[in-house]
């Protein structure tokens, strides 16, 4: 209820700001995960000094949640990410990603989807965004991630419980 009444004088308001990507998405994401990580960016978002944005959907995924074709796979005590995301609302502006991907399991199973957190500023190699606006003028992007390497903390919450 309080999302709704804040979200509605946004609205009345028409300020542009992500709130209910960063706030009630990708903030209730974090909260559910638990952990330090997922903690500190909780803080951040709430100081302000972080934007979190939500890479689950895929080239081939439509309307199916599940089908997540994105890898993650341990490389000692790294992850390896490979795939790519569509359309990230607000990528642009974001300091966090929520990353899905799969760590086990069937294509279009829902069990073996693990949530990813990536750090924009420090995703260099492995990581290419293409921007560009969309028909109500926001911006989004689409994502590759070809070999990019994560600490272990980067995976939130349970492997394979996304």
Do not use: C
């Amino acid at each position: 209820v309080e999302a709704m009444v804040i979200a509605e004088a946004l609205g009345h308001a028409l300020v542009i700001e992500p709130f209910v990507d960063t706030v009630v998405v990708a903030g209730g994401l974090l909260q559910r995960a638990g952990g330090d990580a997922a903690q500190n960016v909780l803080e951040d978002l709430v100081g302000g000094a972080a934007v979190v944005a939500v890479a689950a959907t895929e080239p081939t995924s439509g309307d199916n949640w599940y089908s997540v074709e994105t890898t993650a796979r341990r490389d000692g005590d790294e992850w390896v990410l490979d795939g790519s995301k569509i359309v990230v609302v607000n990528a642009l502006f974001a300091t966090h990603l929520l990353v899905t991907a799969r760590t086990s399991g069937d294509t279009t199973d829902k069990d073996g989807i693990s949530l990813f957190l990536v750090e924009t500023a420090s995703a260099g190699s492995g990581f290419t965004a293409h921007h560009y606006r969309t028909v109500d003028d926001r911006r989004a992007s689409d994502l590759e991630f070809d070999g990019l390497r994560l600490p272990a903390s980067a995976l939130l919450g349970p492997e394979g419980q996304a």
